[in-house]
């Protein structure tokens, strides 16, 4: 696909986007036979792992055979690569074929190495430059990467944008006063960080007398990392903040930078459904939810050779639709990440996630949109206290804003808070993944 493409083209590759429903589960399967026997083939963990199971590649006649296929969990990969240092055995080409490698920041344990062949890596590029382009990026746009370099995932997604033609400033985690100055001084119209870093980085400005709306150039925001950038309430703000529009990414270390993506229409994330399959399945019982119902994802590589990995458990806890999109594309959609399976709290028998919280906040116009849920257990009762920063400019009383904010919260989640409502900027302001969780349980035992 030539980058010198014209900006007003309205799809990347247009023929493969709008494809029927038909021809999307047609080409998935033509893939995911080939990909279980180049694992069974070439990858000693799989081969091993499938006999255990007592499939084979062959036995996969449908989509739906993938259910006869064992899962992988993520401990394997962290056993299988102290076992066969660096990469593992779930390898499925030979070392000297692998050209980059990144690690997960996992917060538990060894991180584990995510390995690409120089096609996986190619391929990789070309998805996220057609997913940019999904976005509204285009050749004329000045894009400005803030996100780690260093050994994350995430990083090499900035030759995506190059890809598809954008100037691209490769700017990293940089101190906010110096990326302030950088998107200044390049007059940068797309940038890339994590959603609580931009609403910081907006504030900062808005702080040091700089006002993102009139003074800098960014319009289009590309967030991930954490589920606020698929929740409208944060989306919101941060769009007021900057006056950008602001589109949520998914991704994941152990297979792509992002995975997934919303297009203009701002209405799910496109699912990079030719590179990875992916199911949705209840967590207890490992069968699929219906469409639209939250479970968990599990994925399948299509295409990735240096490690395949099938049905690969994230403990993402998500939904998705095939529904056809306002964009034309027709592509699955996730409709939202709604936290991690290891985020999720059960307060008093009834299950919450942080992001659930967070809609409530950041819907509130008495508050600033800062918040911290804290967990504590008194004589075996757990106890979920939400703090929210007041807004500068509410007129009303912490008082009533703390009822209001606690009536809410049960009408939205069925669970009763005591609420604090706290002064602005008393809560740390996150430069990388916001902690919203404190929780106290561990103690109390
Ligand atoms: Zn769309």
């Given at each position: 696909m030539s980058h010198h493409a014209a900006d007003d083209r309205r799809y990347w590759d247009a023929a493969l986007e709008t494809q029927s429903r038909a021809d999307w589960d047609a080409l998935k399967l033509a893939l995911l036979q080939d990909h279980l026997r180049l694992a069974y083939a070439q990858s000693p963990f799989y081969r091993q792992h499938f006999d255990a199971a007592g499939v084979r590649p062959e036995q996969l006649r449908t989509l739906d055979d993938l259910r006869r296929f064992p899962f992988t969990h993520k401990h394997i990969l962290r056993e299988r690569q102290l076992a066969v240092p660096p990469f593992g055995d779930l390898l499925a080409a030979p070392e000297r074929?692998?050209?980059?490698?990144?690690?997960?920041?996992?917060?538990?344990?060894?991180?584990?190495?995510?390995?690409?062949?120089?096609?996986?890596?190619?391929?990789?590029?070309?998805?996220?430059?057609?997913?940019?382009?999904?976005?509204?990026?285009?050749?004329?746009?000045?894009?400005?990467?803030?996100?780690?370099?260093?050994?994350?995932?995430?990083?090499?997604?900035?030759?995506?944008?190059?890809?598809?033609?954008?100037?691209?400033?490769?700017?990293?985690?940089?101190?906010?006063?110096?990326?302030?100055?950088?998107?200044?001084?390049?007059q940068a119209t797309a940038m890339w960080t994590t959603p609580s870093y931009a609403w910081h980085l907006g504030e900062t400005a808005l702080k040091a007398g700089l006002d993102p709306r009139s003074e800098l150039a960014v319009r289009r925001i590309f967030v991930a990392g954490e589920p606020g950038g698929s929740i409208p309430e944060t989306r919101q703000r941060i769009e007021a903040l900057w006056g950008a529009k602001v589109y949520d990414y998914y991704g994941l270390s152990d297979i792509f930078g992002s995975c997934a993506g919303m297009c203009e229409e701002q209405d799910g994330l496109h699912w990079a459904e030719d590179h990875i399959l992916a199911e949705v399945l209840d967590p207890e019982t490992g069968l699929p939810v219906a469409d639209g119902e939250r479970g968990e994802l599990v994925l399948t590589t299509l295409k990735k050779t240096a490690r395949p990995l099938i049905r690969f458990r994230t403990g993402d806890i998500v939904s998705f639709t095939t529904e056809p999109c306002r964009c034309g594309r027709t592509s699955q959609r996730m409709?939202?990440?709604?936290?991690?399976?290891?985020?999720?709290?059960?307060?008093?028998?009834?299950?919450?996630?942080?992001?659930?919280?967070?809609?409530?906040?950041?819907?509130?116009?008495?508050?600033?949109?800062?918040?911290?849920?804290?967990?504590?257990?008194?004589?075996?009762?757990?106890?979920?206290?939400?703090?929210?920063?007041?807004?500068?400019?509410?007129?009303?009383?912490?008082?009533?804003?703390?009822?209001?904010?606690?009536?809410?919260l049960k009408a939205v989640t069925g669970v009763s808070a005591e609420v604090a409502v706290l002064a602005p900027d008393t809560l740390p302001r996150a430069t990388h993944k916001a902690k919203r969780v404190e929780d106290r349980r561990q103690q109390v035992w």
């Open positions: 074929d692998i050209v980059y490698v990144s690690a997960s920041s996992g917060s538990t344990g060894v991180p584990t190495a995510s390995p690409f062949t120089a096609r996986d890596f190619d391929d990789w590029m070309d998805y996220e430059a057609r997913q940019f382009w999904s976005s509204g990026l285009r050749p004329h746009d000045r894009y400005c990467h803030a996100l780690n370099f260093s050994l994350f995932v995430g990083g090499p997604c900035v030759l995506g944008a190059q890809k598809l033609g954008a100037l691209s400033i490769h700017a990293g985690t940089l101190p906010s006063e110096r990326l302030l100055a950088v998107l200044r001084q390049f409709l939202g990440t709604h936290g991690r399976l290891d985020d999720m709290l059960i307060i008093k028998g009834v299950n919450i996630f942080p992001s659930d919280v967070e809609a409530v906040v950041r819907a509130l116009v008495g508050f600033n949109g800062e918040y911290r849920l804290v967990v504590e257990r008194e004589q075996h009762l757990d106890r979920l206290r939400v703090e929210a920063e007041r807004a500068d400019a509410s007129p009303h009383a912490d008082g009533e804003l703390a009822a209001q904010l606690a009536r809410q």
